[in-house]
């Protein structure tokens, strides 16, 4: 069965193929990183717009890659949230519209499941049962998979993502938007030990989080190191880098913390925070120490891409889901609806 993915959650417009047989056949993106830059965050309707304008051409694009028509495709698969809602319609109605004018199956994708399962796009995909770190510009959250659509919610956090708590600290420093990469590129440059951001909620039971005393922290940081008014760009470094390990700790004391609870060696990374090297770093170290294994998708997958929905809408697809006509996008949606398949 080949699925056509949509994804139009937030700020970029991924569509993707993939084959249950043969698995992704092709892939494809387009970022609004440059049309949402000058107002320093995502303006939804100019979102929203900017999908509509580039689904076509990209639907296009994807199928000659994968050198297949229109008519070759069996399944087609949408998020139909979490996101912005705008931005969720313009995918799944012409998703949905295009389902019916095929006469094919279509059914709706959890954005988070999607990201969830992208590590299983790899060569070597995780086993179940594991436990998912999921980071995101939206979410933070700690969860036991057993399967596909069996996800026992361990932790959360309790106010910002993480990776919120990077945009948010990013735009304090000036580093405009997408913050979380730009903060990631400047504490390369950091000093280690210059300065020491909290680990906060780790010394309290249980697998939440919080991260947005780390924000506070930062604005305190940079306005006692100012000198008239300006922070010099070597303290901006530092500032990065002490913030950085302190996510990248404080996630890894959580993630030690579940994989014990659980009785599990097999942590599994995913979200754009994922693509931060750091993180990957420090997990990968931690999960070693326990004899265990880290899966992780490659980059391009850990940010939101098309690939990540077709897959999902493959296994879903394939166990008999379908969506009627009717297009049901939805900015909130509990993981724990999501049927086990
Ligand atoms: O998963 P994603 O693409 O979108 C959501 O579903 O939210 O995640 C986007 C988030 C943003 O907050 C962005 O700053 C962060 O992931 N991010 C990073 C890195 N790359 C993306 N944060 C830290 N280091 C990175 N390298
Ligand atoms: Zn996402």
């Not at 389902?99 to 709706?108: G, N, R, S, T």
């Not at 988070?112 to 510009?137: C, K, Q, Y």
């Not at 996630?251 to 599994?268: D, F, S, Y």
């Not at 999902?312 to 909130?332: H, K, N, S, Y």
Request: contains cysteine.
């Amino acid at each position: 069965m080949i699925v056509l993915g949509i994804e139009s959650s937030c700020d970029e417009t991924g569509l993707a193929l993939f084959d249950s047989e043969k698995g992704l056949l092709a892939h494809t993106l387009h970022s609004q990183v440059e049309l949402h830059a000058e107002y320093g965050g995502v303006v939804p309707e100019l979102a929203s717009r900017d999908h509509i304008r580039y689904l076509t051409p990209l639907l296009e694009q994807v199928l000659s890659q994968a050198s297949l028509k229109k008519s070759d495709i069996d399944g087609l698969a949408y998020t139909a949230g979490p996101g912005l809602i705008g931005a969720l319609m313009s995918g799944a109605s012409y998703g949905r519209a295009l389902a019916w004018a095929l006469a094919i199956p279509a059914v709706e994708v959890h954005h988070m499941e999607g990201h969830l399962l992208a590590p299983m796009l790899e060569d070597n995909p995780p086993e179940f049962p594991f436990v998912a770190l999921l980071v995101s510009g939206g979410h933070t959250l700690l969860a036991y998979v057993k399967g596909i659509g069996q996800y026992e919610l361990l932790g959360q956090s309790l106010d910002d993502a993480a990776g919120e708590a990077f945009d948010k600290t990013a735009k304090l420093l000036g580093l405009g938007y997408p913050g979380g990469p730009a903060l990631a590129v400047l504490a390369e440059e950091g000093q280690q030990g210059v300065y020491r951001f909290p680990r906060p909620m780790i010394d309290r039971p249980g697998l939440d989080f919080s991260f947005s005393g780390l924000k506070t922290f930062a604005l305190n940081t940079m306005q006692s190191a100012a000198q008239d008014g300006q922070i010099a760009q070597q303290t901006k470094a530092d500032i990065c880098l002490a913030f950085e390990e302190a996510v990248a700790d404080t996630l890894k004391i959580k993630c030690r913390r579940a994989l014990e609870q659980q009785g599990c060696n097999t942590l599994v990374i995913a979200g754009g925070v994922g693509a931060n090297k750091r993180l990957r770093r420090t997990l990968a170290e931690m999960v070693e120490s326990l004899g265990g294994q880290l899966f992780y998708p490659r980059i391009e997958f850990c940010t939101d891409n098309g690939a990540m929905i077709a897959q999902v809408g493959c296994f879903r697809l394939m166990a008999g889901e379908t969506q009627p006509l009717e297009i049901d996008a939805r900015a909130r949606w509990p993981m724990q609806e999501l049927k086990a398949i």
